[in-house]
């Protein structure tokens, strides 16, 4: 394939799945490609429509195309952007014949990967544009556009520059070891540490909620065989998804939905029965079911209204105290009402009364279950941050080294040691939001992006 001053192109909107589909060009040689194509080109970001004729002569779709000028374009190079119609056919038949004339197909995320080495955006936003993609509910939606506007990268640059100076202040003494450092400028550097640990232990703290926006709030749903977990699943994924039978113990295995509450999304886990006598096949499902409910983020335990509340495990009860719940009572439709038995323990959590056969009930049971889902938002100020795994080890990187840092200035140790746990923190700072320079790293992250992006 002909490889020209490394211009790429790529099918950016997946064509097949709307009217329009999109066809993005970028690099040092977009603007000779688009004056062979279409004589001189219109003003910089201004619409332009034209037939889009293969190097060969041939018409092949009716067309509209922008230029956009470096550095101002997504990736920061000179781009254009073609639309065609949808068909899968018109969309390959642009693609190959930009290759036809020299240009080279663009590397999943290669876009994206150009746009933050044209400083267009930090990694963070980078990283925030796949987030975009891949949402899956209001909650993450909203998350990915604060990030990709740079919500997490403008609270590292006030933790690095409040570092910096910290950093430089420490470093005076050692580039003038005859000056010992004054209590005074020790107190000073122990506040502004102080600072900087608990904004990062802040940051940290969003862990677990991005991997719930970005996964969805895992939901297992708990009882003895036959409670009608089975139904209440497929009652709320609106699809019969799970096996429904009177007999017990239908479930043997664990069976995984997402649905939308809301504007939260839901991993909702339907288990095996825990059954007080199960059988050795039994047991290995309630194995399982012990390992998603500690795993879970929110519980619906379920009971069978119709029949006499059963006994739980204690480690279930001790995982309900501390998680957010729900006890829901189905089969309301049979017509008794029980309670929990005081010695259950559970007489905090709030339950309903619902029926997965004829729906009754369920309404009431979502909007419960979207209000404890709101709970789980985690903000920093006023934005929303959720931060990923990769900024999860660089912030907990970042807050060990400030520890050692700490602490070693509470025990007046030689200056130099507390520059270099000052320097480790900058690293692990700088790496969330690409200021060090690493290639793999960046190699194997813009890799998970679809072609186009």
Not at 15 to 21: D, K, Q, Y
Not at 162 to 182: C, H, K, M, Q, S
Not at 186 to 205: F, H, P, Y
Request: aromatic fraction near 6%; charge should be negative; include cysteine.
């Amino acid at each position: 394939m002909p490889r020209l001053n490394d211009t790429i192109a790529a099918l950016a909107t997946p064509a097949g799945t709307a009217a329009i589909a999109v066809v993005r060009v970028s690099g040092p040689d977009t603007a000779r490609l688009g004056r062979d194509l279409f004589g001189e080109l219109p003003p910089p970001r201004t619409l332009r429509r034209a037939d889009y004729r293969t190097v060969g002569g041939a018409v092949v779709d009716d067309i509209l195309f922008t230029y956009f000028q470096a550095p101002h374009s997504y990736t920061g190079e000179d781009s254009l952007e073609v639309s065609c119609h949808g068909n899968p056919f018109i969309a390959q038949k642009i693609l190959e014949d930009f290759f036809a004339r020299g240009c080279r197909p663009a590397d999943p995320g290669e876009f994206t990967q150009r746009a933050f080495l044209n400083s267009r955006m930090d990694l963070s936003q980078a990283e925030a544009v796949m987030d975009l993609i891949h949402a899956r509910s209001d909650r993450a939606l909203a998350a990915a556009n604060q990030q990709l506007r740079g919500s997490l990268g403008r609270r590292m640059d006030a933790l690095v520059h409040v570092l910096l100076g910290v950093l430089a202040r420490v470093e005076a003494y050692i580039d003038f070891p005859d000056e010992d450092l004054p209590s005074e400028d020790r107190a000073i550097v122990a506040r502004e540490l102080e600072s900087i640990a608990s904004e990062t232990g802040g940051l940290l703290a969003t862990s677990h909620f991005g991997e719930m926006l970005r996964d969805g709030i895992k939901t297992v749903i708990l009882g003895a065989p036959n409670a009608g977990k089975s139904s209440l699943l497929n009652c709320l994924v609106g699809k019969s998804r799970a096996l429904v039978s009177p007999e017990p113990g239908t479930t043997r295995d664990f069976i995984e939905e997402r649905i939308i509450v809301g504007s939260h999304c839901l991993r909702i886990i339907d288990t095996a029965g825990l059954n007080p006598s199960p059988t050795p096949l039994e047991r290995l499902g309630m194995e399982k079911t012990f390992e998603r409910a500690t795993e879970a983020d929110l519980l619906l335990l379920v009971f069978d209204s119709a029949a006499p509340v059963q006994n739980l495990p204690g480690e279930i009860i001790r995982k309900a105290r501390s998680c957010k719940s729900l006890i829901v009572f189905n089969k309301s439709d049979l017509n008794s009402i029980p309670t929990p038995p005081a010695g259950l323990g559970l007489d905090q959590i709030r339950s309903l009364h619902v029926s997965a056969l004829t729906g009754a009930g369920i309404d009431a049971l979502t909007f419960a279950i979207q209000e404890l889902a709101n709970e789980f938002q985690s903000s920093v100020g006023s934005e929303l941050i959720a931060i990923n795994a990769r900024h999860s080890h660089a912030l907990a990187q970042a807050r060990e080294c400030l520890a050692e840092a700490q602490s070693k200035l509470s025990l007046d140790a030689p200056i130099e040691l507390l520059a270099s746990d000052l320097r480790g923190t900058l690293a692990a700072f700088e790496g969330i939001c690409g200021k060090i320079d690493n290639e793999r790293m960046l190699d194997a992250l813009f890799a998970t992006f679809c072609i186009g992006k």
